[in-house]
């Protein structure tokens, strides 16, 4: 099972940077027909922790690291994030247009931070990248310049809202992805 660990920002905020995303370039040419993989807005997620393909066996052992590292991170208040600015990664082929993740991000930071711990504790695989939380837009590749569309969300802010729970996915890759939801801890 490929498996990630995600927060979801709520149907507003996803419906506001839906209608940005429509104004940007990449959102005209989406809707021209260009196939430049726009991120669907039900899917749309933070990617707080990357684990990767874990066997179906190791599923409890994934519960029990999540469950241990999500308990000590739970606030009076969930984290109040908000979606704003643009960013880029990669060039050519491998483009990814995302927007920020503002607002109470530290808590974030520290939440994957106690995932990446316990999975390793686990031993248990995770991505060791530096946490950036970001949220994809689109993954064009060469099909369109994303600089103007990164400029212009530099300009954007939506609305804030509270991360009110961690997720564990288990994503299917493939012509269309899907996403399955195989259980969440409250923030």
């Not at 993989?37 to 990357?50: C, E, G, N, S, Y």
């Not at 179906?56 to 739970?74: E, I, N, Q, Y």
């Amino acid at each position: 099972m490929r498996l990630f660990v995600a927060v979801h920002p709520p149907p507003e905020a996803v419906a506001d940077l839906a209608a940005q995303v429509a104004r940007l370039r990449i959102g005209l040419a989406a809707a021209a027909g260009t196939d430049v993989r726009l991120a669907d807005p039900a899917d749309v997620h933070v990617t707080v922790a990357f684990l990767g393909e874990v066997g179906v066996d190791r599923l409890p052992a994934v519960r029990d690291a999540l469950d241990r590292a999500a308990g000590p991170c739970r606030g009076p208040e969930p984290p109040r994030l908000r979606l704003g600015r643009g960013g880029r990664f990669g060039y050519g082929r491998r483009t990814v247009l995302w927007v920020d993740v503002l607002g109470e991000v530290e808590r974030l930071a520290t939440l994957a931070g106690r995932i990446r711990d316990e999975l390793c504790a686990a031993g248990l695989p995770h991505d060791d990248r530096p946490f950036r939380p970001h949220l994809t837009i689109a993954r064009p590749g060469d099909r369109i310049d994303v600089e103007e569309d990164r400029i212009t969300l530099d300009g954007y802010l939506g609305p804030s809202w509270r991360a009110t729970e961690v997720v564990l996915v288990r994503s299917h890759l493939g012509p269309v992805r899907r996403y399955d939801h195989l259980a969440a801890w409250p923030l």
